[in-house]
């Protein structure tokens, strides 16, 4: 009998801690709230907005042709006048300079492209790190139902002025650029969403269509930009992209990402803390043996 409480006692304790360690050190970068829970505008420039995450982003615009010192690998851009580019388009706003971009809610919930009708999948992996994060009556909370804000290249560097870009426009140029995310701390990259990258873009030679993770120990791993097509979406999960410091994004044209989905390296993970549990249960039957 005394076993049996035993063995309850650490199921409830294991039932309780297996929500709260499942997401930590989990964060989504979803471009629609910054890392203090304040709503991200339509065409703001995001780049210290997740800092206190530990995260920045810069960006590059060449414009179709990359200066001589401009580093696709490294994430360099020469010309002070090619950065700061990086934007915040909402996907939901109609009439928008890039309809391509654009999505629509359906009777039944559902946010599809607007021109193709190709559907959106929720984030849904992440529905309780939203609810822990913002409070589940939150609206907030709600922000994985939906495809909400994107980052972009922004075309036009006489619309941004440094914190904002008027009408945001995505760079349609072959190549576009790249984006660089740098984390203080090594981070896991599980997943994150490209939109509207045209298979034939995706195909381009050399780095245009490339990612360049960089890894803790000095090792570079690279994966490619997928083709979705035209006003499409695709979600890709990654695996074995573990303790990453930086990532350079090359855009092969126009397009998008978004949640981009990481968690911190270090952390402790669920399948760890069960087996924690385990040794304790058997600590605490052997104890009373013992005894």
């Known amino acids: 009998m005394l076993k049996v409480k035993i063995i309850k006692r650490i199921a409830l304790i294991f039932a309780l801690a297996i929500p709260v360690y499942a997401n930590a050190g989990l964060r989504v970068l979803d471009f629609d709230y910054d890392a ?43 010309g002070h006048d090619k950065t700061d580019r990086q934007s915040a388009f909402d996907t939901l706003n109609r009439y928008t300079p890039d309809p391509d971009l654009e999505f629509k809610q359906k009777w039944n919930g559902d946010f599809v492209t607007r021109q193709t009708g190709d559907k959106y999948d929720p984030l849904s992996s992440a529905e309780e790190y939203y609810s822990d994060l913002y409070g589940a009556h939150d609206p907030r909370a709600d922000t994985w139902k939906s495809p909400g804000n994107v980052l972009i290249i922004n075309e036009e560097k006489v619309d941004c002025d440094g914190r904002q870009c008027e009408g945001p426009n995505d760079e349609g140029a072959r190549p576009a650029g790249f984006f660089v995310f740098e984390f203080t701390d090594a981070v896991d990259i ?102």
Not at 50 to 69: E, K, L, M, R
Request: charged fraction near 15%.
């Open 36 to 78: 203090h829970g304040n709503k991200i505008q339509d065409g703001q420039i995001i780049d210290n907005e997740y800092a206190s995450w530990g995260v920045t982003i810069q960006s590059c615009n060449f414009s179709g042709s990359p200066d001589a010192h401009t580093s696709q690998v490294n994430g360099v851009c020469a």
């Open 190 to 291: 599980l997943s994150l969403d490209f939109f509207d990258i045209e298979v034939k873009e995706a195909q381009r030679a050399g780095n245009d269509a490339k990612i360049f993770f960089f890894l803790e120990n000095g090792e570079i791993e690279e994966r490619n930009v997928p083709g979705v097509g035209n006003n499409n979406y695709t979600r890709i999960n990654y695996e074995g992209l573990f303790n990453v410091t930086k990532m350079v994004l090359n855009m092969p044209g126009s397009g998008a990402i978004n949640n981009l989905v990481y968690k911190h390296s270090q952390e402790v993970s669920a399948p760890s803390i069960l087996a924690i549990m385990i040794i304790m249960l058997g600590a605490m039957v052997y104890r009373k043996n013992n005894t």
